[in-house]
């Protein structure tokens, strides 16, 4: 088992759903976006206990989740029924030969060392359909712990002990994604319900992309 299934089996046997029920506020808007595109098959690497998988699933998209966690997986069987979950690290994509109108990624990207960063980025444009579309959110360099923490890479900081999070600015992120055309980009504050801890709102920053094939 790895150092970050280790991480998130234990917090999700500990805090259970860990960000509530509600979808984040990114899948919403990468929603209305996939409805202007006329998406009808997603992937979502990083699927956790299937929060935003079931709001996708829940408005009439065919949706596949990939989990590294167990204990996830374990949640989202009760709480996500409609979408197929594979188990396993993103970083050994793909799971099946399907390929994706979309792919939608919420706060996993910002996760990875750089060169696993783009070897991730990759792996997604591998699954997508020609002219496919992707939607990204990730931590911003205007959250509260950019810069708290021991520094592992430039812009990448332990604020948790066992979870590295590299912050993204605007034209970082965009670099990142230098093989797609790019959309839009923004910022938005995302709320958080932690249950008995109460609620916080992170600043993630966003990007949508067109794969270019």
Known sequence: MTRMEQYWNGRF?????????SPSRTAVYAGKLFREKRVRTILVPGAGYGRNTAFFAANGLQ???????????????????????????????PFSNDVYDAV????????FSEPDRRRFIGKCADQ?????????????????????GRQTEPSTFE?????????FTREDLRAHFE???????????????????????????????????
């Open 159 to 167: 604020s948790k002990p066992g979870r590295p999070v590299h912050y």
């Open 63 to 93: 949706v596949s989740g990939i989990e590294l966690s167990s204990e996830a997986l374990r949640l989202a069987e009760a709480h996500d029924p409609a979408t197929r979950f594979f188990k396993g690290s993103v970083l050994d994509m």
């Open 128 to 148: 997508l359909e020609a002219c496919g579309l992707a939607f990204f959110a990730v931590f911003s360099e205007e959250e509260p712990t950019f810069g708290k």
């Open 13 to 21: 046997l500990t805090e259970g759903k860990i960000w509530g029920d």
């Open 179 to 213: 093989g797609f055309k790019v959309l839009e980009t923004g910022l938005m504050e995302d709320a958080e319900d932690h249950g008995d801890e109460g609620s916080h709102v992170h600043v993630v920053r966003y990007i949508a992309v067109s794969a270019r094939k």
């Open 104 to 111: 939608y990624c919420f706060n996993l990207l910002h996760l």
